[in-house]
């Protein structure tokens, strides 16, 4: 069955500290895999999106990993700000019958403190 | 223009009432799609339109209905609905519904619908 789980379900952190979250999944045979961010009560904004030959990818503060062997991903957030504030959605794409299809993790709630 | 807008932003109905909720894109995108979110979790798509065709339809109960008059507008049409419909809905464009396999969602910023 495929799945994508993610942790933690929520985290708390200080302004300016960094973090990790966790995204691993069961979906094969795998296509690609991305990251969103999404404010409270706004839609979810692409972040990074990598592909099965891709490792690593950065946008500004945020880098996502990825390890295809082991089924994982991870986005670590730099030097966190408040309006890093938001929901953290993990989605993964994979191919059947001809078409490509993506299930959505359940999100990371991440509240950065002052 | 790479933005997805979607009106009212908040809509109040009762459980006799019909409404519309409405989304619209300018990006050329060929595909567009519906999700329901309610609070503390993930989107769960609705429906998928493909060209102006009703491609995916997630076992939808029949009191939400969908439409695309074009390619830049898509539509939701509610009648009947329950409490429990009460959620985010988002809309969503897509350059195509999955045939290339690396394809970005953009989403719109949704619409609070409280059903009483």
Redesign the interface.
Known sequence: KNQVEQSPQSLIILEGKNCTLQCNYTVSPF??L?WYKQDT??????LT?M?FSENTKSNGRYTATLDADTKQSSLHITASQLSDSASY?CVV?W?TSG????I????T?LKVLA | DTEVTQTPKHLVMGMTNKKSLKCEQHMGHRAMYWYKQKAKKPPELMFVYSYEKLSINESVPSRFSPECPNSSLLNLHLHALQPEDSALYLCASSQDSGTSGYFEQFFGPGTRLTVL
């Not at chain 1, 009560?41 to 692409?46: C, D």
């Not at chain 1, 078409?99 to 993506?102: A, F, G, P, R, V």
């Open positions: 296509s690609n991305r009560g706004r839609g979810p904004v692409s999106i592909t959605i794409s191919r078409t490509y299809k993506y959505f993790g359940t999100g709630r």
